[in-house]
């Protein structure tokens, strides 16, 4: 990933568990520089701007213990699902401290917990890459020599 920012996350790391949303598919995931622009615009009368889209991107995580997220303030706190942090609050938790029992909350930010061995991953930017990758096979390469050119090039 390119231009990634990597920083250490600290606790507190908002939880949330999502009720089941009510609300209608809207068939499709599009990357967020690639938007359906008219089709929200005709559909729901929402146009994002090019502006928009990078302010949400760049709220996009990666948290290296599996799973995503968002940054929701601008102190980098962030949101994601109580199954993706489970295993980091397992890790916090003591005998005295059952935070996946009891819960946390820091009060300050003396008080927040640091969270070893887990990075987060904000997405800075999305560009195709796949000429470039491909680019990496030579002709006559039979395919676990492809696979190894692809993985270097990548």
Do not use: Y
């Amino acid at each position: 990933m390119h231009n990634a920012m990597r920083s250490t996350v600290v606790f507190p790391v908002l939880l949330v568990i999502a009720a089941a949303s009510r609300l209608p598919g809207d068939e499709g995931m599009w990357l967020l520089n690639r938007l359906p622009v008219e089709r929200l615009g005709e559909e729901h009368g929402f146009r994002p701007d090019d502006a928009w889209a990078r302010r949400v991107m760049r709220c996009c995580v990666r948290i290296s213990r599996g799973g995503s997220g968002s940054v929701i303030s601008s102190d980098g706190l962030v949101l994601t699902n109580h199954h993706v942090a489970s295993g980091i609050l397992q890790d916090l938790s003591t005998r005295e401290l059952d935070i996946m029992d009891k819960g946390f909350l820091a009060r300050s930010r003396e008080e927040e917990l640091r969270c070893p061995g887990t990075e987060i991953v904000i997405l800075r930017e999305i560009r195709d890459v796949t000429a470039r990758v491909q680019g990496a096979v030579a002709p006559g390469m039979d395919a676990a020599a492809a696979e190894k050119a692809r993985r270097a090039r990548i």
